[in-house]
């Protein structure tokens, strides 16, 4: 396992590894240094697993804001439908589009 990316996001980092033949997009603590953290979502080039790394750290910055935390590969909030990473890095959401769709769900909830 070969760290090709990081970057801080928030409190914790964020790893593009390469393993085999992927390359994992994971995300760390920065008070245990010497772990990659949990898998978060899997790509077979380098350039869109940095790509998704990025927007991933934009990603949990906004969702955060809604409430919701990080459990392994799932943004998850009480009495909310689960929001898979993987399903939306695959998305390519646009931080507008993600607050639309985070009110939205907001939205169907108190209706």
């Not at 790893?15 to 245990?32: D, P, Q, R, W």
Request: aromatic share 10%; hydrophobic share 40%; net charge negative.
């Amino acid at each position: 396992m070969t760290v090709k990316y990081q970057i801080p996001c928030s409190e914790s980092d964020i790893y593009v590894l390469e393993k085999e033949n992927a390359f994992h997009v994971t995300i760390g603590s920065k008070v245990n240094p010497l772990s990659f953290g949990n898998k978060l979502a899997e790509f077979v080039s380098l350039g869109r697993a940095v790509d998704a790394a990025e927007q991933f750290c934009k990603l949990y910055t906004l969702i955060k804001e809604y409430g919701y935390h990080l459990e392994s590969d799932n943004f998850r909030k009480e009495g909310m439908e689960n929001l898979s990473v993987p399903e939306l890095l695959e998305m390519e959401l646009t931080l507008e589009a993600m607050r639309e769709l985070l009110e939205r769900k907001a939205a169907v909830k108190e209706a």
